[in-house]
Nanobody, 116 residues
Framework: QVQLVESGGGLVQSGGSLRLSCAATGFTFSVYAMSWYRQAPGKERELVAI????????NYADSVKGRFAISRDNAKSTVYLQMNSLKPDDTAVYYCKASWYRTTYWGQGTQVTVSS
């Protein structure tokens, strides 16, 4: 059974840091590109960061460049999102996604709330 389970969300003050994790089971994690998306209330889901299956390549939304870092550990089937210098605008539900050709899997999301 395929599962993506996010964790690490919570309430943090502006300027603080959080590290999200997404643990994968039920598929060959190492062949999938992994990404983090977020969705704020009343807004569309948006791509935050993406990492290639090997971890050699990453890309970020302009709004988080220099503050967020995506990484993965294929031995642990886990992808991470280190979030620094958090702002109230980063408040959203954060989702991880696994992609391989036309196959995609989504996690259930974890709430991140940044207070001003």
């Amino acid at each position: 059974q395929v599962q993506l389970v996010e964790s690490g969300g919570g309430l943090v003050q502006s300027g603080g840091s959080l590290r999200l994790s997404c643990a994968a089971t039920g598929f060959t994690f190492s062949v999938y590109a992994m990404s983090w998306y977020r969705q704020a209330p009343g807004k569309e889901r948006e791509l935050v960061a993406i990492i290639t299956n090997s971890g050699a390549g990453t890309n970020y939304a302009d709004s988080v460049k220099g503050r967020f870092a995506i990484s993965r550990d294929n031995a642990k089937s886990t992808v991470y999102l280190q979030m620094n210098s958090l702002k109230p605008d980063d408040t959203a539900v954060y989702y991880c996604k696994a992609s391989w050709y036309r196959t995609t899997y989504w996690g259930q999301g974890t709430q991140v709330t940044v207070s001003s």
